[in-house]
């Protein structure tokens, strides 16, 4: 049985179909590559997944279970849980604490929680910024917090929404390694990812979507000379889109 399995997933606004009749699996253990032209639909996909958008048609199964509208929280407790493409620590707390809070999603005692959020921490690489206020980091510290903060709910699925975009090529290396690590925890990973290196370094299979429509899914290798993948990104991000 597939971990996480979307059927059918239609999510339309207005007029617009941001996910048109999307059908996706994902096995436990994977790490699942996700790309597409700026516009495609990816990051409405993770917004179904996670509950922050109810699909106009269709449904999210995980573990067998239909978690088709349920909230976010309740989601999450499920066990997936997602980064923002945007992030956002709260302002005025610390590193620590900004974690400390994600952990609250399964633990209750607050010295148990500080305790789970350091060795988090410590795992993304970001302990000695412990103390530090979430506003004073730099882009790819904030990136590196969201992760933590996403690690400290406990999933077993991981939604990485371009967790790596604005980094250097140092930090994108670092944190590739990390989603290895991610991975041999045990963590099935799901993500949005443009830089296609980074893709192929990490992901088992990629899935790609043109404007709300998978067009392609399989391993890299076949998906990187699919025609039709070629076409979307000569449309898409050859154009800087
Ligand atoms: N909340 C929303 N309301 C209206 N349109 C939206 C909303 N969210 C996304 N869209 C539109 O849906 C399409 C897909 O967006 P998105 O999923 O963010 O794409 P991607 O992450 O692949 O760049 C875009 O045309 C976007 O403008
Ligand atoms: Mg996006």
């Not at 096995?27 to 639909?41: D, K």
């Not at 410590?122 to 590196?144: H, I």
């Not at 670092?174 to 290196?197: A, F, P, R």
């Amino acid at each position: 049985m597939a971990l996480m399995e979307v059927k059918n997933v239609t999510m339309r606004f207005g007029g617009l179909y941001a996910l048109r009749q999307v059908n996706l699996e994902v096995n436990r253990g994977e790490i699942v590559g996700i790309i597409g032209p700026n516009g495609a639909g990816k990051t409405t996909l993770f917004s179904v997944i996670s509950g922050f958008l109810k699909p106009t048609e269709g449904q999210v199964i995980f573990k067998g279970k239909n978690i088709t509208g349920l909230r976010p929280s309740a989601i999450c407790k499920e066990g997936i849980t997602r980064t923002f493409q945007i992030v956002q620590p709260f302002p005025g707390i610390t590193v620590l604490e900004n974690v400390q809070v994600a952990a609250f999603n399964r633990l209750t005692g607050t010295k148990s929680a500080a305790e789970k959020a350091e060795e988090i921490l410590d795992f993304v690489g970001l302990y000695s910024k412990k103390d530090a206020l979430g506003s004073n980091l730099t882009v790819g510290e904030r990136k590196r917090l969201e992760v933590a903060k996403a690690l400290a709910t406990e999933p077993e699925l991981l939604l990485l929404d371009e967790v790596m975009a604005g980094l250097t090529p140092v930090e994108t290396d670092t944190t590739i390694s990390l989603v290895k690590k991610i991975q041999d925890k045990g963590i099935t990973v799901l993500l949005i990812e443009h830089v296609m290196k980074v893709i192929m370094s990490l992901a088992q299979r990629i899935v790609v979507l043109n404007h709300g429509e998978k067009i392609a899914d399989g391993d890299p290798e076949t998906v990187s000379k699919d025609p039709k993948v070629i076409d979307a990104y000569l449309g898409g991000v050859a154009t800087g889109a």
